[in-house]
């Protein structure tokens, strides 16, 4: 089992930052790779970035150029950097952590980017 616990999102205004961090515990072994999905109302899920535990990174090309995927090893965390935030980046973030094809997914934090 892997627990994931977000943090960090919030109320912003459009053109701001907001720093989401994600720390997981339990069965880290083979965990890869790590990332964020946000969910908008209506919307389906979506992904919006992923790293994995070498360091390499996808971004969903709506956000590439705007946020920053991260992750310390060590400290089983991955951050996500969000800058030049928008109210269509409006949306509940979810953390997510791949092993062996099974997603886990933390509860969920709630970003809200006013115009």
């Known amino acids: 089992q892997v627990q994931l616990v977000e943090s960090g999102g919030g109320l912003v205004q459009a053109g701001g930052s907001l720093r989401l961090s994600c720390r997981a515990s339990?069965?880290?072994?083979?965990?890869?790779?790590m990332g964020w999905y946000r969910q908008a109302p209506g919307n389906q899920r979506e992904l919006v970035a992923t790293?994995?535990?070498?360091?390499?990174?996808n971004y969903a090309d709506s956000v590439k150029g705007r946020f920053t995927i991260s992750r310390d090893n060590s400290k089983n965390t991955v951050v996500l950097q969000m800058n030049s935030l928008k109210p269509e980046d409006t949306a509940v973030y979810y953390c997510?952590?791949?092993?062996?094809?099974?997603?886990?997914w933390g509860k969920g934090i709630l970003v809200n980017v006013s115009s």
């Open positions: 997510n952590a791949e092993k062996y094809a099974f997603y886990y």
């Open positions: 339990g069965s880290m072994f083979s965990i890869n790779p």
């Open positions: 790293i994995t535990s070498g360091g390499s990174t």
